[in-house]
């Protein structure tokens, strides 16, 4: 409908997320319809009276969270919500969450087909029933295992089995945290945690974080002034800013949340990753702590298994009864699969091919972009880009779309979005063949890079 002109009225908020927003109400109330033709981005900002960059961040919005599509020359049309998936299973139109890199040459779907099987064969199929609250022990206790290789205090019963680390995250809100209740975060976090915030009326509470991840100066001193309740970190590898807490730091922040009384919540889901993986924050206060670590990080996003290590076994079996109400249990064969390889040296194995595939894709990040215009965990596949005051950062995400490069504005992460500064997650791993990444990061350098245009123009 190349005449729709939004009512943009009673919706606040920057303009670019107002359009988006009636595009959704205008979806949903039948206004605007499957296959329907928008307005070029030029003639909608006429009508509106705003700048062209205004309408091409809202059309990119409403493109990432799949309410249209781009069909080049052609235009941007409502999106068919029946569409079929493509023959890969992926949604190619919605790239932006953050997988391992599909290794080359790499054993993990063998080694399942190989695991799988000989489990099938020895438990008469047990690991396809319906399983006991907080997962099967064997799996309880294989999660334990690696976490007390790492220096935590762990048992087979504070150890719960989730469905993927948002589940972990869920069940923890949903029973640790009430409406009100104050979480310290850095200034960018994980969208799925800021999801959950909404949902339960947490509020959030944004401290100072460096290049090394959250100060504990700045924790310490949010405590005093604040009723604060609990801190949220990804303590390796933070998504998205890829900062990492060093050794010192984590003992820090463990010695503020003992005295304070504070609860540590610690997505761990990369922390596996690096080849010599640092203690986590559990091992320092093992009483405070509710650490998650899954594999869908460091292995596959598909086999949706997560280990959560709970303060004490009290609160971990309160827990277990609200992980079965959400999702009544971890895929059961998967689980049991991963628990087998945690066993022997497979786990490591896997581990250390999707490492080696990153290293390679971080070699490509160095030779395409320019020096220090980006931040990156060496074993890693997701970088940071922060991007200068007057960049927009939403065309660029835009202009890398057909190239398969999964680029996302930084204020999808901001818990301030009218402060955060323009910048992007730009994720390497996933099904992306390394020619194809090679090309992208090439263009991703030249819209960076000195000399870059500061406004890029789509049709």
Not at 142 to 165: F, I, K, Y
Not at 363 to 376: E, I, M, T
Request: glycine share 10%.
């Amino acid at each position: 409908m190349q005449t729709w002109k939004p009512d943009l009225a009673a919706l606040a908020g920057p303009k670019y997320l107002a359009i988006a927003q009636a595009l959704a109400r205008d979806i949903a109330a039948g206004t605007l319809s499957a296959g329907d033709r928008l307005p070029p981005q030029r003639v909608l900002a006429e009508t509106l009276g705003v700048d062209l960059t205004t309408v091409t961040r809202a059309y990119g919005e409403a493109q990432r969270v799949g309410l249209i599509e781009g069909e080049g020359r052609r235009g941007s049309f409502v999106k068919d919500k029946r569409q079929a998936p493509s023959p890969s299973g992926v949604d190619h139109d919605d790239p932006g969450m953050n997988a391992p890199p599909l290794v080359v040459g790499g054993s993990l779907a063998d080694a399942f087909r190989k695991t799988a099987g000989a489990l099938l064969a020895s438990d008469g199929g047990a690991a396809l029933q319906y399983q006991q609250s907080g997962g099967m022990p064997p799996v309880r206790e294989a999660g334990a295992n690696l976490l007390r290789r790492r220096g935590v205090a762990a048992h087979e019963d504070s150890v719960l089995v989730a469905a993927g680390g948002q589940h972990a995250l869920h069940a923890i809100f949903s029973v640790e945290l009430k409406a009100g209740d104050r979480l310290v975060v850095s200034g960018f976090v994980y969208p799925g945690l800021l999801s959950l915030a909404r949902r339960y009326g947490v509020s959030l509470l944004a401290v100072h974080a460096d290049a090394e991840g959250i100060d504990p100066d700045a924790l310490d001193a949010a405590c005093a002034a604040e009723d604060v309740r609990a801190v949220y970190l990804v303590p390796t590898n933070d998504n998205p800013t890829t900062a990492t807490i060093g050794l010192d730091r984590r003992k820090a922040i463990a010695a503020v949340a003992q005295r304070r009384g504070l609860m540590v919540i610690e997505d761990d889901a990369y922390g596996l990753l690096p080849e010599s993986p640092l203690p986590p924050i559990a091992a320092f206060a093992p009483e405070m702590t509710w650490h998650i670590s899954s594999v869908s990080k460091i292995l596959s996003p598909g086999l949706r298994v997560a280990w959560l290590r709970a303060p004490d076994i009290a609160k971990a079996w309160r827990l277990a009864a609200d992980m079965h109400e959400t999702a009544i249990m971890a895929p059961p064969l998967n689980a049991a699969v991963v628990a087998s390889w945690a066993g022997d040296d497979t786990f490591a194995r896997l581990v250390g091919e999707v490492r080696a595939e990153a290293r390679v894709r971080q070699a490509l990040v160095g030779k395409c972009l320019p020096d220090d215009s980006f931040r990156a965990h060496a074993d890693g596949y997701h970088l940071w880009v922060p991007l200068p005051r007057d960049v927009d950062a939403a065309p660029i995400a835009q202009a890398l779309r057909p190239h398969g490069i999964s680029a996302i504005p930084g204020d999808a992460f901001a818990v301030d979005r009218a402060a955060a500064g323009p910048a992007l997650r730009v994720s390497i791993g996933g099904m992306l063949a390394r020619d194809r990444l090679e090309r992208g990061l090439n263009l991703l350098g030249a819209l960076i890079g000195p000399g870059a245009p500061r406004k890029i123009s789509l049709v």
